[in-house]
């Protein structure tokens, strides 16, 4: 089967599908996506309060257009632990297409950020760290890339990782919204998309992907920072990228493949054949009856509440009940 398409050969791929892309003018690949249906069931479920949605939205729309470039069965997974009123976020994508994620924050924190308007995403996260994950499970080691949490965006903190850890040139451009309208019902309701794109700079000469050192923190204050000019190509990629409009990347009139055309129309960009991505969670009842096997024995005890022990899923808030005799321990 042709796998390989330009904008002219196929109709859109619309939402919950990543597009994979190549701008082979400027040495580029890339990836692309709209979230709708998916993304609003993973946000409604949790009714999260908006400043937490919009950040989860943009962690999970990261994390589907990194998870699904992977090449084997496996988990990528982004997670963040800081100190801010949103002191955890968690999106967790298994190959080939099953997405989950949560959030975790304080509501009197958030209700304090609210009042006071502090609701960028640097001060809703705080200070901690950003973790990449890739498992692939049993009988391998777990690969784990960490970068501290000192950009204002969870855009600014992906560019700083594959900067530090890939040493690939990457731009990362993400957004979420929310859309108002009627349901079938004629109820009013609004719906949670997110949009985003990744693009890497992989010319066939390794040299040409050299970036400027970053600064080493300890040189006087009056020294001169070398002045290292970056590919020509990539310079024009990156500009291209910062034309991008929040609107655009989240608007489904819009869609992945026009706004690649209108990005790289003139470089020549190719689409790929879209991956699909689903809201689809892990969790079973098997696998929490083997998680309560292997407690302790004071852990075990304190998770029987009137005879019974309860189990709710943070990623999709199913609920689990056992008989503590009916685990084998």
């Known amino acids: 089967?042709?796998?390989?398409?330009?904008?002219?050969?196929?109709?859109?791929?619309?939402d919950d599908q990543v597009v994979p892309f190549q701008v082979e003018g400027l040495d580029a690949r890339g990836r692309a996506v709209?979230?709708?249906?998916?993304?609003?069931?993973?946000?409604?479920?949790?009714e999260y309060p908006e400043p937490v949605a919009r950040l989860l939205a943009e962690a999970v729309t990261l994390t589907v257009l990194l998870g699904t470039?992977?090449?084997?069965?496996?988990k990528f997974i982004v997670q963040t632990q800081t100190d801010g009123p949103v002191d955890m976020l968690v999106a967790d994508f298994t190959t080939p297409d099953s997405m989950r994620a949560y959030a975790r924050f304080d509501d009197k924190a958030l209700a304090e950020a609210v009042a006071q308007d502090r609701l960028e995403p640097h001060e809703l996260l705080g200070t901690g760290i950003l973790a990449f994950t890739i498992d692939q499970g049993a009988h391998t080691q777990?690969?784990?890339?960490?970068?501290?949490?000192n950009g204002a965006t969870l855009e600014e903190i992906a560019r700083a990782y594959f900067r530090q850890s890939e040493q690939i040139p990457t731009e990362v451009r993400l957004a979420a919204a929310q859309l108002y309208g009627s349901?079938?019902?004629?109820?009013?309701?609004?719906?949670?998309?997110?949009?985003?794109?990744?693009?890497?700079?992989?010319?066939?000469?390794?040299?040409?992907?050299?970036?400027?050192?970053?600064?080493?923190?300890?040189?006087?204050?009056?020294?001169?920072?070398?002045?290292?000019?970056?590919?020509?190509?990539?310079?024009?990629?990156?500009?291209?990228?910062?034309?991008?409009?929040?609107?655009?990347?989240?608007?489904?009139?819009?869609?992945?493949?026009?706004?690649?055309?209108?990005?790289?129309?003139?470089?020549?960009?190719?689409?790929?054949?879209?991956?699909?991505?689903?809201?689809?969670?892990?969790?079973?009842?098997?696998?929490?009856?083997?998680?309560?096997?292997?407690?302790?024995?004071?852990?075990?005890?304190?998770?029987?509440?009137?005879?019974?022990?309860?189990?709710?899923?943070?990623?999709?808030?199913?609920?689990?009940?056992?008989?503590?005799?009916?685990?084998?321990?």
């Open 1 to 14: 089967m042709k796998d390989e398409f330009t904008l002219g050969e196929i109709g859109f791929a619309g």
């Open 34 to 46: 709209q979230l709708g249906p998916m993304l609003d069931a993973i946000l409604v479920r949790h």
């Open 69 to 74: 470039s992977l090449k084997f069965t496996g």
């Open 142 to 149: 777990r690969y784990q890339g960490i970068v501290e949490l």
């Open 183 to 329: 349901d079938e019902d004629g109820r009013h309701r609004h719906q949670w998309r997110a949009g985003g794109v990744v693009l890497q700079f992989l010319p066939e000469s390794p040299e040409r992907m050299r970036q400027a050192d970053l600064p080493g923190g300890d040189l006087p204050d009056d020294s001169d920072e070398f002045e290292f000019e970056e590919d020509e190509d990539w310079l024009e990629a990156k500009a291209l990228m910062e034309t991008i409009a929040d609107d655009e990347l989240a608007d489904p009139q819009v869609g992945s493949e026009r706004l690649l055309y209108r990005l790289f129309h003139e470089r020549g960009v190719r689409v790929f054949e879209p991956v699909a991505v689903r809201d689809n969670c892990s969790c079973s009842r098997d696998k929490i009856m083997g998680v309560l096997a292997g407690l302790e024995d004071d852990e075990f005890e304190e998770s029987v509440e009137s005879g019974i022990i309860t189990v709710k899923c943070e990623f999709c808030s199913a609920n689990y009940r056992f008989d503590p005799g009916e685990i084998e321990r």
